[in-house]
């Protein structure tokens, strides 16, 4: 009996619980269905719309906006400009004539020398022949004294008796070499690089000049430099070189001197400190002539 109670109530809550599950369902079926369709309306019919196909070329293009530039103003820049040097031109140099060429030097010789008192000592006569052929034969050996370019010294050389050692004998006069100190003193006095200037200024009329002597294929530098190295390569003699005179005239008693060139031996007579001036300014001289031919 008990034993059908328990079975009819079991089977009652069994019951139950199938009820509420299936009013649960039900009822969540009602809502999901009453959310989802909308109430039955009156069939409205509306007009079939008219499609326009609009192609695309044909539709407006929008105005595009134009570019805009800016202009970048830059912070000017100030710049120095360098000067412009126009270089100078030395007007060209007009060479007189040769035979009228006496008057050009003559107008410059006062700039030659502070010692203008001295410029007497010199022929203003033909003076580039003058030097042209003293020069020519000088180098050669010979001297050539009507074609100095120098007025000749007065006076004429003379010997006096001196002791050496245990015998007298006859030398030059110191006193002769004295006649060649104004010579000396116009050369030291000389602008060496105006004397080399117008050297170059002159090649010219000197070449010239100097192939009116036979010689149109030599150049007249090689004669002047021959000229100066005979000056520059004379020995200065130690002691007095001692004399004799066998007749009017003095000689070297030393035959080696005595066949030396005229030239040769008038260098050694006109003294050792003259000679050594001579050949310090003609060394200078040389240097600038050479710095000309660089």
Do not use: C
């Not at 009453?34 to 019919?45: I, L, W």
């Not at 830059?74 to 360098?82: G, Y």
């Not at 006496?102 to 007497?120: F, G, M, Q, S, V």
């Amino acid at each position: 009996m008990e034993n059908s109670t328990s079975s009819s109530s079991n089977t009652q809550a069994t019951g139950v619980i199938v009820a509420l599950t299936v009013v649960v369902a039900i009822t969540a079926i009602i809502y999901f269905y009453q959310g989802s369709t909308p109430e039955p309306v009156a069939d409205v019919v509306k007009p079939e719309a008219e499609t326009t196909v609009v192609e695309v070329s044909d539709l407006p293009v929008p105005d595009t906006q134009p570019e805009v530039k800016i202009d970048v103003i830059e912070p000017a820049t100030t710049t120095e400009t360098e000067p412009v040097v126009v270089a100078e031109v030395a007007p060209e140099k007009v060479l007189p004539q040769l035979d009228e060429s006496d008057d050009w030097i003559r107008a410059k010789l006062p700039e030659i020398t502070w010692r203008n008192e001295l410029l007497k000592l010199i022929i203003d006569d033909d003076m580039i022949r003058r030097f042209v052929v003293f020069t020519d034969n000088f180098a050669k050996g010979t001297l050539a004294y009507e074609h100095s370019f120098l007025v000749q010294p007065t006076g004429k050389f003379s010997a006096k008796e001196s002791d050496q050692a245990d015998k007298t004998i006859l030398v030059w006069d110191e006193n002769v070499t004295k006649r060649f100190t104004l010579y000396v003193d116009l050369l030291r006095t000389v602008d060496s690089d105006l004397l080399v200037e117008w050297y170059v200024e002159l090649k010219p009329l000197i070449d010239q000049a100097y192939s009116e002597l036979g010689y149109p294929d030599t150049e007249f530098a090689e004669v002047l430099h021959e000229a100066i190295t005979r000056v520059l390569d004379m020995e200065i003699p130690k002691e007095p070189l001692e004399l004799v005179r066998p007749s009017v005239m003095y000689k070297y008693k030393d035959q080696d001197i005595e066949q030396l060139s005229d030239a040769d031996k008038l260098l050694l007579r006109i003294g050792k400190d003259n000679l050594l001036v001579i050949k310090s300014v003609l060394l200078e001289i040389t240097e600038k002539l050479s710095r000309t031919r660089e």
